[in-house]
């Protein structure tokens, strides 16, 4: 079994300051790509920033000098420090990581519960 746990939403004023923690845990081997998502109401989930094992990042554009991607691998554990907030941020973020649980076994992607972030004054 493999958890994904995400922490730190909340409730920020336009250009305030948010810090999301996502840590896996269960029978994990390895984790490869690492990754925040997010979905605003009536929206898709849409792709945040990731992250790969060796700290190759992507952002998507709208968040790109705003957001922040980084990981601690001997933590199994996520981050996203998000900075600049804007309304439009308003969403519930989704952890996702690229987990292989066993030696053998294949990869597979595991998804957290969400937390809400919410941009408002």
């Known amino acids: 079994q493999v958890q994904l746990v995400e922490s730190g939403g909340g409730l920020v004023q336009p250009g305030g300051s948010l810090r999301l923690s996502c840590a896996a845990s269960g029978s994990i081997f390895t984790i490869n790509t690492m990754g925040w998502y997010r979905q605003a109401p009536g929206k898709e989930r849409d792709l945040v920033a990731t992250?790969?094992?060796?700290?190759?990042?992507n952002y998507a554009n709208s968040v790109k000098g705003r957001f922040t991607i980084s990981r601690d691998n001997a933590k199994n554990t996520v981050y996203l420090q998000m900075n600049s907030l804007e309304a439009e941020d308003t969403a519930v973020y989704y952890c996702?990581?690229?987990?292989?649980?066993?030696?053998?076994?294949?990869?597979?992607?595991?998804w957290g519960q969400g937390t809400q972030v919410t941009v408002s004054s």
């Open positions: 992250i790969t094992r060796g700290d190759i990042v």
């Open positions: 996702n990581a690229h987990i292989m649980r066993t030696w053998n076994t294949g990869w597979s992607h595991y």
